[in-house]
């Protein structure tokens, strides 16, 4: 539990969390759906504030991608879209699908039960496809759930400027062969990155 905190805020800030989500972001005034500097929006999407990544010093530098391929079903190779030579020495299948998995709450690529079950089951197809961990560990691991809550809109973001990068690149030919799967918390990542890939 955070220290700090009583019940009662923790639970405000639960409420807030959830109508951030659902496009209320004023606890007070529930039918405006923005409120002054508590939200973000660009038309009418709403963002979460990312005021728990910036209090705990995190940023999305912190965000790793790991590659997994029939060639490399195992071990994961660290590529990244501000170092575009990663993907010449990786096994990067040009036209191949791509399959971004998503970890949980305080999970990671290597040791969450999902993302390792999900990596491995789609390796032992053997078919060709590009297989992407998101490894948002620090991101993910904030004492406080709602706080990762919040941070899904930083970590979002960040797997959309990735996969726009793939398109513009030509990693990738189509949105249409991206196919983002996440488990809890993971999931609504999945869902805030889908919301703003343009």
């Excluded at 993907?87 to 791509?98: D, I, K, R």
């Excluded at 949980?104 to 290597?110: K, M, T």
């Excluded at 793939?166 to 991206?178: E, H, M, N, P, Q």
């Amino acid at each position: 539990m955070v220290t700090g905190k009583s019940k009662a805020q923790l639970l405000e800030s639960g409420e807030y969390v959830l109508r951030s989500i659902f496009g209320q972001t004023n606890p007070s005034n529930s039918g405006t759906g923005t409120s002054g500097s508590e939200s973000h929006s660009e038309g009418t999407r709403s963002y979460l504030p990312m005021t728990s990544a910036v209090r705990a010093g995190q940023d999305t530098n912190s965000i790793r991608f790991f590659l997994f391929t029939p060639t490399n079903p195992i071990i994961g190779k660290l590529i990244s879209d501000t170092k575009p030579d990663t993907f010449f020495s990786s096994h990067w299948g040009l036209n191949q699908p791509l399959k971004v998995i998503v970890h949980d709450y305080r999970g990671n690529c290597d040791r969450d039960v999902f993302a390792t079950q999900m990596i491995s089951a789609y390796m032992s197809t053997r078919k060709s496809i590009n297989l992407v961990c998101l490894s948002w560990e620090q991101l993910a691991s904030e004492d406080n759930y709602f706080d990762t809550v919040e941070n899904t809109a930083m970590a979002g973001k960040r797997l959309s400027d990735f996969i726009s990068f793939l398109k513009r690149s030509g990693f990738i030919r189509t949105y249409d062969a991206v196919h983002i799967i996440g488990f809890g918390i993971g999931a609504h990542l999945g869902g805030v990155t889908g919301s703003q890939i343009r």
